[in-house]
């Protein structure tokens, strides 16, 4: 059970081989794992670390559901300057890779906590959206949804066509519970991949982080692509690739392309 972390440019060729190799012998049960970091070069700022929104909003006040309900007028401040910058926001090269990687039969689901849709615009078809979407908004009241429109000079806070109770996006806030329909395909996901790939995020946020966990229980082989080390890193992750996802994502391309003589 190899647990290596290879940082870049040190032992690339053999990191990336050896993720490819575990890819391609997967026969394409093939989960991947994504979180904040991956929409950061679409210009979508990640929540923790430098220059992350929570350096400037505190979380408890502004992502906390009672704190919403309680003063929906100052919450609505954070999220329409998020929610701007999300609407402008097109995918990137690991997007597209990680759709290229499905399309190829390599890849068999993304599970995200983002909630940029950024996947799907990329043509990923199944994606699990672990924390809902911002794509729509939701009343609190009559629980009506329906496709966020335009946040360019609304009224702020928006309000319920229907009851005109005030909206939120369909996304999960603290103190609210993951969506079940997505939890337990998530789950399921996580238990029959033979391999997951984690890229871009912390493993920090509980229950999401608990998915390659699910899949190393369950027999299955664990690689990280990540700036930084996580709690993953040298326990429950077989390897583990330090850099940037755009380029080792589209280097195992390559490598899984060669290996299954598509290339």
């Known amino acids: 059970m190899g647990k290596e972390i290879k940082r870049y440019p040190e032992a690339l060729t053999r990191a990336f081989t050896q993720a490819a190799e575990m890819i391609v012998a997967a026969s394409g049960r093939v989960v991947c794992l994504t979180g904040a970091g991956v929409s950061v070069d679409s210009g979508i700022p990640a929540f923790r670390g430098s220059q992350g929104l929570w350096d400037r909003y505190d979380p408890l006040e502004y992502a906390e559901i009672d704190n919403f309900r309680r003063n929906p007028e100052k919450v609505w401040g954070m999220l329409a300057e998020m929610l701007i910058v999300v609407e402008r926001a097109v995918p990137n090269q690991t997007h597209k890779t990680l759709a290229e990687f499905e399309e190829k039969g390599w890849l068999q689901a993304v599970i995200t906590q983002n909630v940029d849709g950024l996947h799907q615009a990329a043509g990923a078809r199944r994606v699990i959206e672990f924390h809902g979407t911002s794509r729509n908004l939701v009343c609190l009241e009559c629980d009506w949804s329906w496709p966020r429109f335009s946040l360019v000079d609304s009224r702020m806070p928006p309000r ?35 391999v997951m790939l984690v890229v871009g995020t912390s493993a920090n946020v509980h229950p999401a982080a608990e998915m390659p966990v699910l899949t190393k229980k369950a027999g299955g082989r664990v690689i990280e692509i990540n700036l930084e080390p996580t709690p993953l890193s040298g326990r429950v992750a077989d390897l583990t690739i330090l850099g940037p996802a755009a380029i080792g994502l589209s280097e195992i391309m390559q490598i899984c392309e060669r290996i299954a003589g598509h290339g």
């Open 160 to 194: 319920c066509r229907r009851c005109n109770a005030i909206l939120k996006p369909d996304v999960v806030f603290f103190g609210e519970q993951i969506p079940r329909p997505a939890l337990l395909e998530a789950t399921a996901a996580a238990e029959q991949a033979r």
